[in-house]
């Protein structure tokens, strides 16, 4: 079974992008079967910059873009983990409160939006290219551009900054009482001095009966 699974593979010309079913091995699709290779692999270079890629579906694309969007997500997390996406989501035709929750809010999706790793403008265009929502002909048009982000910090969640305060706090309360013990000591050395300096006003010598 295995061995004949390998050859159908051999005999299959590659592709960039496979097709596989959710139930297929990683490295194999069901039908033809190549080997996997998803549009944001890891890189090969250290020299990369961020791109911003806006890409808008084209009419009517929504069924398509739901039928092949566990695989987008795949590639996409596989991106991500490999440092080459930083950023992506959908675009939406209506507001957040007028476009509802769930499945009612999937309906306004028109597009997407990522932030693309690459070496140039070029190489990001090519990797959005490769794609499934590309391949598909779910994206109609595709703008690339170079991108230099200024903030990218993730807004903070309560839960972080109930933590973040709390250690806070607790700083504080280490350096003042840090500060009360510097303190103590101070005040002892300057006990101790003062009685030396009555000792030697006295004559140096210690009155003993």
């Known amino acids: 079974m295995a061995f004949s699974l390998l050859a159908r593979c051999a005999q299959q010309p590659a592709r960039s ?11 194999f699709s ?3 079967c190549t080997l996997a290779a998803g549009p944001y692999t890891r890189p090969t270079s250290s020299v990369l910059h961020p791109y911003l890629i806006v ?5 009517d694309a929504l069924s398509t873009r739901l039928s092949v969007r566990e695989e987008h997500l795949a590639g996409a997390k596989e991106g ?11 675009l939406l035709s209506k507001d957040h409160g007028q476009a509802g929750e769930g499945k009612e809010k999937v309906k306004s999706i028109i597009g997407s939006v990522l932030v693309v790793m690459a070496e140039s ?38 839960e972080a900054t109930e933590a973040a305060e709390a250690a806070k706090e607790l700083a504080n309360k280490a350096r003042a009482s840090l500060g009360d013990l ?28």
């Open 30 to 32: 069901s039908t033809p």
């Open 121 to 158: 403008q070029e190489e990001a265009r090519k990797a959005v290219e490769k794609d499934v929502y590309s391949t598909s002909g779910v994206f109609a048009k595709v703008d690339v551009w170079p991108f230099m982000p200024a903030l990218h910090h993730a807004a903070a969640q309560p």
């Open 55 to 59: 890409a808008q579906d084209a009419p």
């Open 182 to 209: 510097r303190e103590t000591e101070t005040n002892k050395w300057k006990e101790a001095a003062m009685r030396s300096l009555e000792f030697l006003r006295k004559g140096g010598t210690r009155q003993t009966s």
């Open 17 to 27: 992008v496979c097709l596989a079913s959710p139930s297929a091995p990683r490295f």
């Open 80 to 90: 991500h983990e490999n440092g080459r996406i930083t950023l992506g989501g959908a």
